[in-house]
């Protein structure tokens, strides 16, 4: 009599082992808030190694911005150790050319989608110049990835001694070519501005 239960067919078994895998699955689920469902699922995908070297963010999705002035996106594929830049190429059919972005100078940021950054990129086309901008980028927790979000031009081949926090701002400090020096020369005009980096990552020049 005590071996009866064995008589039950296997096939029951089956619906009824999956419907208590369903339920514990959820009621694990609800016992977790976004962030660490987000977290779990993006430690099970391989990170970006360009994004990890930049930013030290573990994320899946490669980084991807809207090249300034075109209509184009640079999708960075490589990073320089050696320089510790990462480049990516971008062609838009009328133009073409490639994006450097600076793994120094770089500041975080709070933001309303989450934690983020203002780096430095440059963007060469097919002409000789080099247009310096910073690029304000957010990470997007939901879908595992870092977005641009606005972008300020500096000028045509600056050099940039120094992009820092401030208390209530960001504060950066270049040089720029004079009105009568060659592009050619160093640049020897020095610029110091104030910009807000608002909730949405929106550049603001400070008053």
């Not at 020096?181 to 807000?196: F, G, N, R, T, Y």
């Amino acid at each position: 009599m005590g071996r009866r239960i064995f008589n039950i067919p296997v096939l029951l078994f089956i619906p009824l082992a999956l419907l208590l895998i369903v339920i514990v699955a959820g009621v694990y689920r609800f016992s977790l808030n976004d962030d660490e469902i987000m977290d779990k699922f993006s430690s099970s995908q391989s990170a970006d190694p360009v994004v990890e070297a930049i930013f030290g963010l573990k994320v899946p999705n490669v980084l991807v911005i809207p090249v300034p002035e075109t209509h184009a996106n640079a999708v960075f594929s490589e990073f320089n150790f050696e320089h510790q830049i990462a480049l990516a190429s971008f062609d838009s059919g009328k133009e073409r050319g490639t994006v450097v972005m600076q793994r120094h100078p770089q500041v975080t940021t709070d933001l309303k989608l989450g934690q983020g950054f203002v780096s430095v990129i440059s963007v060469s086309n097919q002409g000789s110049g080099s247009f310096n901008y910073l690029v304000s980028l957010g990470l997007d927790r939901q879908r595992t990835r870092l977005v641009a979000v606005d972008h300020y031009f500096l000028g045509d081949r600056v050099l940039i001694t120094n992009l820092q926090n401030e208390v209530d701002h960001i504060s950066i400090i270049y040089f720029e070519h004079g009105v009568n020096q060659a592009m050619s020369d160093d640049p020897s005009q020095k610029v110091e501005k104030q910009l807000v980096v608002n909730d949405l990552g929106k550049f603001i020049e400070k008053e």
